[in-house]
């Protein structure tokens, strides 16, 4: 089982992708980590921002280098910072109250992850069979992130594997690698299929969708699903906003959606949830009480049997009146009753009247006339 401390680590987090969308220009970065660790503190969440590191100079093959057929070549290249830029981002995060966090795209990367201490690594979709990068950050000791678009089960498996068998905390994403996803293409029952397959750890969703910020997430959190991850982004400086990132706006919308699942779902799911005394009573205005049909004598002895002969059910329940929920066989009537009268704990012997806990119980609800 995984142990309260690691669960904490992942319970509730949201991270945010910052992505490239700084585009090598460190004031729209600060500005992006600002307005939406704003919006974070705004709506009390546990908020982790990451970064994408690579290094530049060798992730791309030289006879590629400027190579512009390639988005991804393109923009890698186009968004590259120094070391001395990206902790300056780094130490904004830590400066808003967010986590830092990176998701490293090569080897040397992981060794920046360590050089900033980051207290969180996250895998990317396409690294989780990458096992020279998977080593390299297994080194490092830190909590990770996996996320499975596109993989298959024995992928997952072996990469889970891996890190169980060096107690690293571990949270698995259920992610769609489709940038961006339509609602349809959400595959949310797949964050079932994780929680099932491993239950010793947080199971989250990293989602790109484009058209909803709130249904999703009510979904993903009462299907289970306790981490969650979205690329962010802001509009301005003529710069396009891609169509699967979120602006301050629309991440506001999905943290209220948060808090609202939370409270639609209320408590554990793994115990009984406490009766609220509004709930309770409200119950007993639709509980019968047991009235007498006509009049019985004292020492009348209650019986299955005749019950029905002389007595009736019917609303309201009155404080201290027997209701359709007692059984009563073989107690006494310990003084006269009336047709039409209420029968209450008073009127008879036995485990109702002289249990002090359930005299309590049935003194107390019903209606006070």
């Known amino acids: 089982m995984i142990s309260p401390a690691h669960r904490f680590i992942f319970e509730n987090l949201f991270v945010l992708e910052l992505a490239n969308n700084h585009w090598g220009n460190i004031e729209r970065g600060v500005k992006i980590i600002r307005d939406f660790a704003m919006v974070s503190r705004v709506n009390s969440v546990r908020t982790a921002i990451k970064l994408q590191f690579r290094d530049v100079d060798s992730f791309v093959h030289p006879i590629f ?8 070549i393109k923009k890698t290249e186009a ?11 780094i130490d904004e995060v830590v400066k808003c109250g967010c986590i830092p966090m990176a998701t490293p795209f090569d080897e040397a990367s992981v060794d920046l992850c360590d050089t900033f201490n980051l207290p969180i690594i996250k895998i990317a979709s396409s690294d989780i069979a990458t096992w020279p990068l998977l080593e390299r950050v297994a080194k490092l000791r830190k909590p990770v992130i996996i996320s499975t678009g596109g993989a298959f089960d024995k992928t997952i498996d072996d990469c889970v594997r891996f890190f169980e068998n060096r107690s690293i905390p571990l949270a698995i994403n259920h992610c769609v690698s489709l940038y961006p996803s339509h609602d349809c293409e959400l595959e949310l029952n797949q964050i079932d299929y994780l929680r099932e397959r491993f239950p010793s750890h947080v199971i989250g969703f990293s989602t790109h969708e484009m058209t909803d910020w709130q249904n999703s997430m009510l979904i993903s959190y009462a299907k289970g699903a306790r981490t969650w991850e979205r690329h962010i982004d802001i509009d301005q400086d003529g710069v396009p906003v891609s169509p699967y990132c979120s602006l301050p706006h629309q991440i506001d919308d999905w943290f209220k959606a948060f808090h609202k699942a939370v409270e639609m779902c209320g408590g554990s799911s ?3 949830r406490n009766i609220t005394e509004k ?14 049909r006509h009049d019985l004598p004292e020492g009348y002895v209650f019986s299955s049997e005749t019950f029905d002969a002389d007595f009736y059910l019917a609303i309201p329940l009155h404080k201290g009146q027997l209701s359709c929920r007692e059984v009563v066989n073989g107690e006494r009537l310990t003084r006269p009753i009336m047709s039409n009268e209420k029968l209450t704990v ?18 107390d609800r019903g209606i006070e006339v």
């Open 65 to 72: 280098k400027g190579y512009t057929e390639s988005r991804y």
């Open 79 to 89: 968004t590259k910072l120094s070391i001395d830029e990206f902790k300056i981002l």
């Open 270 to 272: 793994e115990s009984r």
């Open 279 to 292: 709930e309770r009573r409200y119950l007993d205005e639709l509980v019968r009480g047991v009235y007498a």
């Open 346 to 363: 008073d009127h008879i012997d036995g485990p109702y009247n002289e249990n002090s806990s359930l005299r309590k119980l049935i003194l």
